[in-house]
């Protein structure tokens, strides 16, 4: 299975260690236009999704957020951004994500520091269990 171009390795990355630091600032600065340059494409839709937010958001609905490894933790520290930064209440955000092993004290902090923070955030309660 072909993985999409952003789970691949850019080939321009070896031997960065080996190259100037003006040839690593320039690569990463190239990097970096070309991701805002995807973003600038995807306005129309970044819109509709928050519209779609928006609208779910006024009919009771919840936000979610899920992810795994480092993506379920910046999902996690964006779900926690919704209550302290803007106002929108804890009961109405909702946190998924895969179990992870007991052994697991990354996720056991996040879980922890997530009730503590706002303790009205639901959790997958499966991902606890399999946990706690």
């Known amino acids: 299975m072909k993985l999409p171009a952003t789970e691949d390795r850019d080939p321009q990355s070896v031997g960065l ?4 630091d003006e040839d690593v600032l320039s690569l990463l600065l190239d990097r970096q236009i070309t991701a805002l ?3 600038a494409r995807a306005i129309p839709q970044i819109s509709q999704a928050a519209a779609a937010l928006l609208r ?6 919840k936000i979610g957020y899920a ?3 480092s993506a379920g933790l910046t999902a996690l520290a964006d779900c926690l951004e919704l209550p ?5 209440p804890p009961s109405a955000c909702a946190f998924f ?8 004290c990354i996720w056991r902090e996040s879980m ?6 706002a303790p009205g955030i639901s959790t997958n309660p499966a ?4 946990i706690y």
Not at 112 to 117: E, H, Q
């Open 37 to 39: 340059n995807a973003a």
């Open 84 to 88: 302290g930064t803007f106002g929108f």
């Open 97 to 104: 994500m895969p179990a992870a092993p007991k052994t697991s």
């Open 112 to 117: 922890r520091m997530t009730r503590m923070a």
């Open 127 to 130: 991902s606890e269990k399999a």
């Open 17 to 20: 260690s080996k190259k100037s």
């Open 67 to 69: 992810g795994a490894g």
């Open 56 to 61: 779910a958001a006024r009919d009771g609905g």
